[in-house]
């Protein structure tokens, strides 16, 4: 698909034979004099690059006095945290690879992913540590806790205190080499186990530097977790590489605390999911009760922003959502961005380097603004090694020279990318090709909807009737009335035939950890 002309720099995205992320990162600052920089800093504290180096060479040095070494997985159960950036970075400078899970999973699942991942050790919280202390026996190198420990505990803090004997050098891998694992959600079935290299980066990190150029004094903010891949590139470790502060948001993420943490850290550019943005939207003068000015851009992904909830942004906070796409096998793939104009309610469309092209059942180009299967070329250096112990999984996904997505979409005539909905999201009624996605957007420009999700409902005689379940600003208009008004809107914006059989009311969508609503939960209640 063609990219337009865009400026980039000698070795962009080219891979080195020999990488590791934390020499490509923290070392890198201190090399280049930067050690005074600050790096991260939350709204009580900051820590400058110099102060994490030697906070990362500690741990690694006194991880390597357990017993870890290169190759061996190690369970990271943070928040967001300072400690989760000194863990993960000392873990990689050993050449071990951090294992990274989200920090509420339960007893069980902390329980899966220690043993699909072969996990030898664990760094966590003394008041999230319970889940991984009752596999102790399962980790003969030790459990790492901070802010408290019992009987048995490695102490995070004095392993991060002690000098180490010798300087310690960051390892000598290979770009190829595994680097870190991240996992997927599980909402299907098992999680899987996403294995990435060092080269990722390099990939990643150019991409990310072309598609936003970092400026001197930029603070980056994500709100999810960092156990989940957009995030840690986003706000710890592009950040890093591109020396810019990262901004550290602990704690519950709720729409005021983000709110706030903008406002007293000066963050200027955030990213977060399309389902954070409505949330703000919808109190009440937001935008005269918390001082967003520092903020010159955000981002969106993980869903469909849709083009009215960029709209309202944008007239009542200022400054643009660049909405993105991205996978957890890669991490951004292509996205809205300063160099084009926006076009509200697209996914944007690539940059230099990476290739992506909406193909019919044949891997034949499909005409443009006709809908087809979204593939990424699988050469991309920026992609996953594979799924950790499910070689079948992997070539369900790469195979044919392309990563299936699994998304439908199409293109428009200046190259922008529309995504249609998964695969298995889309469905017909009346033997019509029905997008929830468009739908969706059609909704949320009605006055009162804060957010709408379209699902199909099983019928005999039509195949699926369209089943649209919406959250109101203002719950008291929830009654059989107003689903009849919003029929009516409806049939003012788009066609008859896509117009909701069925209009229900709930308090909230079901969410996953990331924000992505649960549309399986909606077809199943």
């Known amino acids: 698909m063609a990219v337009n002309e865009i400026r980039t720099w000698p070795g962009y995205r080219e891979v080195p034979e020999r990488l590791n992320i934390t020499a ?21 504290r900051s820590i400058t690059n110099a102060e994490l180096d030697g906070r990362v060479c500690a741990l690694a ?7 870890i070494s290169d190759t061996d997985h190690v369970l990271i159960r943070l928040p967001n945290c300072i400690e989760f950036i000194v863990s993960f970075l000392a873990l990689v ?21 220690r043993q ?14 319970d889940p991984v202390r009752a596999l102790a026996n399962e980790l003969p190198h030790g459990v790492i806790v901070a802010r408290g420990s019992v009987d048995g505990d490695q102490v995070f803090e004095e392993l ?10 960051t390892a000598d891998t290979g770009a190829n080499d595994p680097a870190f694992m991240v996992y997927t959600s599980g909402t299907t079935g098992n999680p899987k186990g996403i294995v990435h290299a060092h080269r990722w980066i390099v990939a990643q990190g150019d991409t990310n530097k072309l598609r936003i150029e970092p400026k001197e004094n930029d603070i980056a903010m994500a709100t999810g977790e960092w156990s989940f891949i957009s995030a840690l590139g986003h706000n710890v470790l592009f950040p890093l590489r591109n020396g810019v502060t990262g901004a550290i948001l602990e704690g519950r993420m709720y729409p005021e605390r983000v709110l706030k943490t903008v406002e007293t850290l000066g963050v ?9 943005y409505r949330r703000i939207l919808a109190i009440d003068s937001v935008e005269d009760q918390y001082d967003l000015s520092s903020l010159r851009g955000c981002n969106a992904t993980g869903e469909a922003l849709e083009a009215a909830t960029y709209t309202e942004w944008f007239n009542r906070i200022g400054c643009p959502i660049w909405e993105h796409y991205g996978i957890s096998e890669m991490q951004l793939v292509f996205g809205q961005c300063p160099h084009w104009p926006i076009k509200p309610g697209s996914v944007g469309k690539p940059l230099p380097g990476t290739r992506v092209e909406i193909l019919d059942d044949k891997y034949q180009a499909v005409p443009t603004g006709e809908v087809g299967h979204m593939l990424i070329a699988s050469d991309n250096p920026g992609f996953f090694l594979g799924y950790h112990k499910d070689q079948a ?6 195979h044919n020279g392309w990563y ?64 649209a379940v919406v959250v109101l600003k203002n719950t008291n208009n929830a009654k059989d009335d107003h689903a009849n008004t919003i029929r009516a809107e409806l049939k003012e914006r788009i066609a008859p035939y896509k117009v909701p059989q069925i209009v229900e009311f709930i308090d909230e969508l079901p969410k996953s950890p990331v924000g992505k609503v649960l549309r399986r939960a909606l077809i199943d209640s």
Request: hydrophobic share 45%; glycine share 8%; with cysteine.
């Open 24 to 44: 490509e990162t923290l070392d890198k600052q201190i090399i280049s004099g930067n050690g005074d920089r600050i790096a991260f800093k939350d709204d009580q």
């Open 61 to 67: 040095s006194g991880l390597r006095g357990l017993g």
């Open 93 to 113: 400078k050993l050449g071990a690879v951090p294992v990274l899970q989200n920090s509420l999973l339960g007893a069980s699942e902390v329980a899966y992913v």
């Open 116 to 129: 699909h991942s072969d996990a030898v050790a664990a760094i966590t919280l003394h008041d999230i540590a």
């Open 160 to 169: 991060v205190s002690a000098e180490a004997v010798v300087p310690l050098q």
């Open 268 to 276: 200027t550019v955030m990213y977060s999911v399309a389902t954070v």
């Open 393 to 398: 999984k992997t070539d369900e996904v790469i």
């Open 404 to 467: 299936h997505t699994g998304d439908l979409a199409h293109a428009d005539e200046d190259g922008f990318l529309w995504i249609a909905g998964r695969n298995d999201d889309c469905f017909k009624s009346r033997g019509i090709f029905i997008s929830p996605i468009e739908i969706e957007n059609a909704l949320r420009q009605i006055d009162g909807i804060a957010e709408a999700c379209v699902v199909p409902l099983a019928d005999k005689e039509i195949g699926n009737k369209i089943r």
